[in-house]
């Protein structure tokens, strides 16, 4: 009884394989006779004369021994050999010189060892296979979007599943600020990249990363799906703002219009999707000059001095330009110096009705240098950049305390006033 329940286990156990492992079913026969008969060479030093028959559809399989019938007495190798009278309790008619086969009932002849060994065996292979298939599958999907649901949240990652059950990790370095996920819930994500080591696939998802806001405007916008326009660069600082330089190879197509589409009707939908990530859509150009020109926007740039040895760029503005080319806490300036590959500098340009105005920087034995540095990440160069602004508008966007504030303004007015 103890192996006719064994028997009916490892039936079950090739069922769960079936219904389980993503391997196709003629894979999965060929891995169930080589686990078959991996036990039968280890037992007997060989499995060339048997015959393995496996049907994973239905869970069941069949072995069969092929042995040569010879006279009573002669039998050398009982693995090979038959004697003529036991050969005929098998096949009544069968003679010497003949082969006969005969049914084996793997857990009744080979024992409980035997079916331990099996079950390791396949287990080892099927996994092995399973990993295989798994690299295979993501290895040609590095840089597409899939959609997977939420299974477990951790502080570090994120474990999602896909459709077919396969697991997925989004580490947090590769998630948007803003996001958040329950378990069950549905997230997109390209993926970034897939690590194989020691034949171990962890496939690595991304949110942050440009290909990701890429594969979305590919998605929404038809142009550059049919490659009426090409998308350059993007820069992203992920849930807060990206630029994207796009390209069109069709002079009656607006780039920026098609993709921003109607009142951005087209980037909505992609907007909501990076957490309210502002999208700031330009023109390519290969004229290095323009281009920061345009990726400064909406700054209006006067004039550009470029050091192409060094990629730096000098660019000088109005006053009221400044700010806008800086950006809230320097984002603008930032992403136009990822877009554009190139160290951007900006100055204000002086007119004579502000000739005596005073760069901060000229300050800095009055002024703590690092106060200076955060009054510049606000647009404000000039000590009259600072007097002309709000007290609350300095301690709210700089970020300083009251009587730091006071104090810069107490020392800038003494400067004008002497």
Known sequence: MAKKEETVSLIDTFSEFKETKNIDRATLVSVLEDSFRSV???????????DVIVNPDKGDFEIYRNRTVVADGEVQDSNREISLTDAQKIASDCEIGEDVSESVDFARDFGRRAILTLRQTLASKLLELEHDSLYNKYKDKVGR???????????????????????????????????????GEAARA??????????NPKIILSRTSPVFLQRLLEAEVPEIHD???VIKKIARIPGER??????????????????????GSRVHGIVRELRNENIDVI?????????????????RVNSIRLNEEERKAEVYLDPDQVSLAIGKNGLNIKLASILTEYTIDVFREINKEESDDVYLDEFSNAI???????????????????????????????????ET??????ILREEFEE
């Open 145 to 183: 979007v899939v959609s997977a649901e939420v299974y477990q949240v951790w502080k570090k990652e994120m474990l999602l599943v896909d459709d077919e059950g396969n697991e997925l990790l989004l580490p947090k370095t590769e998630q948007i600020p803003g996001d958040f996920y329950r378990k």
């Open 40 to 50: 039968i060479a280890k037992m007997f030093g060989s499995d060339e004369n048997y």
């Open 368 to 402: 703590d240098p690092w106060i200076i540095e955060e009054l510049k990440k606000i647009g404000m160069v000039t000590a009259k950049d600072v007097l002309g602004t709000p007290r609350e508008t300095l301690i709210n966007r700089a970020d300083l305390e009251e």
């Open 283 to 299: 023109n390519y150009t290969d004229n290095t000059s323009l281009f920061i020109t345009r990726a400064l926007s909406p700054a």
């Open 190 to 199: 390209v993926v970034l990249r897939v690590d194989n080591t020691n034949n």
């Open 405 to 410: 504030v006071d104090e810069v303004l107490r």
């Open 242 to 263: 990206a630029k994207v330089a796009v390209e069109s190879f069709d002079e009656r197509i607006d780039p920026v219009g098609a993709c921003v589409g109607v009142k």
């Open 227 to 229: 490659g009426q326009i």
